[in-house]
């Protein structure tokens, strides 16, 4: 059973920091490619950054420059650190795994944590 569990989410004031975690387990963790969604109230999921195998990176243009993905391979999980955070990266944030290889079109979600940026 492919379980990913997401964690770190909560309130913070703008200009503040959190750090999500994604555990993955039930998969075989080093073929996938891991991201991080959002979606904001009545907008749609948009990607913020994904990270290859390899570590190859990538951000949403939002992003650069303030968060940070990582995976370590070994414990099976990823994680987005969030600086500077404003109010307008109010969300819920889900983590994602896409297969590559013999692995492909095996994707998972998720089940979210949420982000509030307030003061």
């Known amino acids: 059973q492919v379980q990913l569990v997401e964690s770190g989410g909560g309130l913070v004031q703008p200009g503040g920091s959190l750090r999500l975690s994604c555990a993955a387990s039930g998969i075989t963790f080093s073929m996938y490619k891991m991201a991080w969604y959002r979606q904001a109230p009545g907008k749609q999921r948009d990607l913020v950054a994904d990270?290859?195998?390899?570590?190859?990176?990538n951000y949403a243009d939002s992003v650069k420059g303030r968060f940070t993905i990582s995976r370590d391979n070994a414990k099976n999980t990823v994680a987005l650190q969030m600086n500077s955070l404003k109010p307008e990266d109010t969300a819920v944030y889900y983590c994602?795994?896409?297969?590559?290889?013999?692995?492909?079109?095996?994707?998972?979600w998720g089940q979210g944590t949420q982000v509030t940026v307030s003061s």
């Open positions: 990270i290859t195998s390899g570590a190859g990176t």
């Open positions: 994602y795994a896409a297969g590559t290889g013999w692995y492909k079109n095996r994707n998972y």
